[in-house]
T-cell receptor, first 112, second 116 residues
Framework: AQSVSQHNHHVILSEAASLELGCNYS??????LFWYVQYPGQHLQLLLK??????LVKGIKGFEAEFIKSKFSFNLRKPSVQWSDTAEYFC??????????FGQGTELSVKP | DGGITQSPKYLFRKEGQNVTLSCEQN?????MYWYRQDPGQGLRLIYY???????QKGDIAEGYSVSREKKESFPLTVTSAQKNPTAFYLC???????????????FGPGTRLTVL
């Protein structure tokens, strides 16, 4: 069965540190890839998405992600985190079959 | 103001009672979805509907039921058959009927259900 794995369950960083959250999926066909973010007390929001084309995609708030097909990965990065980035981050994959498969989520805590 | 609304925000239920969670969208989206969110497990799909009067089971449909009588509404009923109903429930919608073809899901604010 298709699955999505996020390697880090809880990440703690200081402000200005660089961030990389891992995401791997198990599906060999064409996929659409997403990162969603859930700030405390807020909606789940779309951070960025990859459908096709340039494998390096840029999202809101300075986030970017790189799709590496050979590694089945879609890691999220940000060069310098802020306290306001404290949230839970979810990677999701859609194999064009109509269902999004989510990873377990990574909780990011940024210390001021 | 366009978007997805869910009500209520918090819901308490006694064991053995059915309860219905509301989800409404004014985005004119064809497809709607219900997810359950539990700590450390991400989001799991309960039911989805790609068009009015049609819906399909997701990965964890047991103990839940849905209806899709109107395009903008997709209520979820948590029945007494659901063994562990305490969770955060999220509704989502997406534009395309043939979901998955460059389709993005947008989420509501969620309903937190607690069974007492």
């Amino acid at each position: 069965a298709q699955s999505v794995s996020q390697h880090n369950h809880h990440v703690i960083l200081s402000e200005a540190a660089s961030l990389e959250l891992g995401c791997n999926y198990s599906y060999g066909g064409t996929v659409n890839l997403f990162w969603y973010v859930q700030y405390p007390g807020q909606h789940l929001q779309l951070l960025l998405k990859y459908f096709s084309g340039d494998p390096l995609v840029k999202g809101i708030k300075g986030f970017e992600a790189e799709f590496i097909k050979s590694k089945f990965s879609f890691n999220l990065r940000k060069p310098s985190v802020q306290w306001s980035d404290t949230a839970e981050y979810f990677c999701a994959v859609n194999n064009q079959g109509g269902k999004l498969i989510f990873g377990q989520g990574t909780e990011l805590s940024v210390k001021p | 103001d366009g978007g997805i609304t869910q009500s209520p925000k918090y819901l308490f239920r006694k064991e053995g009672q059915n309860v219905t969670l509301s989800c409404e969208q004014n985005l004119n989206h064809d497809a709607m979805y219900w997810y359950r969110q539990d700590p450390g497990q991400g989001l799991r799909l309960i039911y989805y509907s790609q068009i009015v009067n049609d819906f399909q089971k997701g990965d964890i449909a047991e103990g839940y039921s849905v209806s899709r009588e109107k395009k903008e509404s997709f209520p979820l009923t948590v029945t007494s058959a659901q063994k562990n109903p305490t969770a955060f429930y999220l509704c989502a919608s997406s534009q395309q009927r043939l979901a998955g073809v460059k389709d993005t899901q947008y989420f509501g604010p969620g309903t937190r259900l607690t069974v007492l």
